[in-house]
């Protein structure tokens, strides 16, 4: 287990507790093994704790959905899956932010690992209000997690298919986003390289972020 996280122990489990999430916080974190911890042993834990998890889950839920992932997320939601993992919606138990948590297997990944360096590297530089930030990076020995910025309001492409067109207001201030983050993107020296629908994002205010830079180029 690395020096810098602190380990907390629960019914005779370890249990790795991350900080707090913030829109600021760049973080590389590895552990060499991070369990899940289930339902039943959040049971056996501290009650501010299980306040937390009620405050953020309502009173009916499934078990299979209460797994907390790290000691500090619990597993809302499965979001969609790619070639080389999942993408959960997670909730931070102290704050109660929600989460979205990309988990890839380092089997399936094989020699695209580089493709998550790339993107963990880039998201660590480029902070843009239209690009969906990285909050935190857990590496254990099986999988590389990415918790990043939650978008609520889907994909671009599927809002497309949706309405079948947008609006001339819709389609300025998109556009005027667009511009200005790909602006930013390039005077930082990076090019995005996967620029597509499926790949812009909508916030809470329906405002667009940029996701996806395992493509990415640094070109300085």
């Given at each position: 287990m690395t020096d810098c996280l602190p380990v907390h122990h629960y019914n005779h489990k370890t249990i790795v507790k991350l900080p707090v999430p913030s829109s600021t916080e760049r973080l590389h974190l590895t552990a060499t093994d991070i369990p899940v911890v289930?339902?039943?042993?959040l049971l056996a834990m501290s009650s501010p704790l299980m306040t937390a998890i009620n405050h953020t889950m309502g009173t009916t839920r499934d078990k299979e959905d209460l797994d907390v992932h790290h000691g500090y997320y619990v597993h809302n939601t499965h979001l969609g899956e790619g070639g080389?993992?999942?993408?959960f919606l997670a909730t931070h138990l102290m704050t109660s932010q929600k989460v979205a948590i990309k988990r890839?297997?380092?089997?399936?990944?094989?020699?695209?690992?580089?493709?998550v360096k790339i993107e963990i590297n880039a998201l660590k530089v480029?902070?843009?209000?239209?690009?969906?930030?990285?909050?935190?990076?857990?590496?254990?020995?099986?999988?590389?997690?990415?918790?990043?910025?939650?978008?609520?309001?889907?994909?671009?492409?599927?809002?497309?298919?949706?309405?079948?067109?947008?609006?001339?207001?819709?389609?300025k201030v998109i556009f005027r986003d667009l511009a200005d983050v790909l602006n930013y993107i390039?005077?930082?020296?990076?090019?995005?390289?996967?620029?597509?629908p499926e790949n812009i994002l909508f916030?809470?205010?329906?405002r667009i972020k940029l996701i996806d830079f395992g493509l990415a180029a640094h070109c300085r």
């Open positions: 289930t339902y039943d042993t080389f993992g999942k993408v890839m297997n380092k089997k399936k990944l094989g020699s695209d690992i580089h493709r480029l902070n843009h209000k239209n690009i969906a930030q990285l909050l935190q990076v857990v590496e254990n020995r099986d999988n590389i997690y990415l918790v990043l910025e939650y978008c609520s309001d889907g994909e671009l492409f599927d809002y497309l298919v949706q309405k079948r067109r947008l609006t001339e207001e819709e389609t390039h005077t930082s020296g990076f090019a995005h390289r996967d620029l597509k916030d809470k205010n329906h």
